[in-house]
């Protein structure tokens, strides 16, 4: 089965600009989450994603959204960079529930110039 | 609402020694608990996890975890440290209040000398 898959690796924007990072779950699962991981925060749960409706989220400004398509595959998009949205983005796929294992992607590795 | 504490952000352990990683978490509910190792420029690996049952979780490569309700910890051991285990470790916790919402602590990153 092939694993979670983010694309692209790594992006390099300006500050203002806007981006769009891709998630294609393991195939079968229904539910994605995102999480952004940086040094002084650590990993900080932005939202979840079940059969297209948006789950869960949490306490980040609404520059962050995010969807899921109909195949289960998820973006999530920032708007407005800032600097401190320079971050290792990182996506999860799992089965329905939480308890079952998520299963994370290599992530986007986002730089804010 | 629930909160992971990992103790240390650095662990030096010299190869063949025993490896403990210690995790105390903080959760009104019965928490599901799970250990994820994070390797440079990788996502994270699931290494093992406590939903309900035996308390003692054996997960992949060696390392095991037990959970102990009394002390509210979810400690990672190994009995023998590779110098293939140098990584940030992760431990999580996912309430039932919080979907499928887990909470990081803040990572340990361990270090194997030859």
């Known amino acids: 089965k092939a694993g979670v898959t983010q694309t692209p690796r790594y992006l390099i924007k300006t500050r203002g600009q806007q981006v769009t990072l891709s998630c294609s779950p393991i195939?079968?699962?229904?539910?994605v989450s995102w999480y952004q991981q940086t040094p002084g925060q650590g990993l900080q749960f932005l939202f979840e994603?079940?059969?297209?409706?948006?789950?869960n989220k949490g306490n980040f400004p609404g520059r962050f959204s995010g969807r899921q398509f109909s195949n289960s595959r998820s973006e999530m998009n920032v708007s407005t960079l800032e600097l401190g949205d320079s971050a290792l983005y990182l996506c999860?796929?799992?089965?329905?529930?939480?308890?079952?294992?998520?299963?994370f992607g290599p992530g986007t590795r986002l730089t804010v110039l | 609402a629930q909160s992971v504490t990992q103790l240390g952000s650095h662990v030096s352990v010299s190869e063949g020694a025993l490896v403990l990683l210690r995790c105390n978490y903080s959760?009104?509910?019965?928490?599901?608990l799970f250990w994820y190792v994070q390797y440079p420029n990788q996502g994270l690996q699931l290494l093992l996890k406590?939903?309900?049952?035996?308390?003692l979780v054996k997960g992949i490569n060696g390392f095991e975890a037990e959970f102990k309700k009394s002390e509210t910890s979810f400690h990672l051991t190994k009995p023998s440290a590779h110098m293939s285990d140098a990584a940030e470790y992760f431990c999580?916790?996912?309430?039932?209040?919080?979907?499928?919402?887990?909470?990081f602590g803040e990572g340990t990153q361990l270090t194997v000398n030859p």
């Open positions: 999860a796929s799992f089965s329905r529930q939480g308890a079952d294992t998520q299963y």
């Open positions: 195939s079968g699962h229904r539910s």
């Open positions: 994603y079940f059969s297209e409706t948006q789950r």
């Open positions: 959760s009104s509910v019965p928490p599901y």
């Open positions: 406590y939903t309900t049952g035996a308390t």
């Open positions: 999580a916790v996912l309430g039932e209040t919080s979907g499928s919402r887990l909470t």
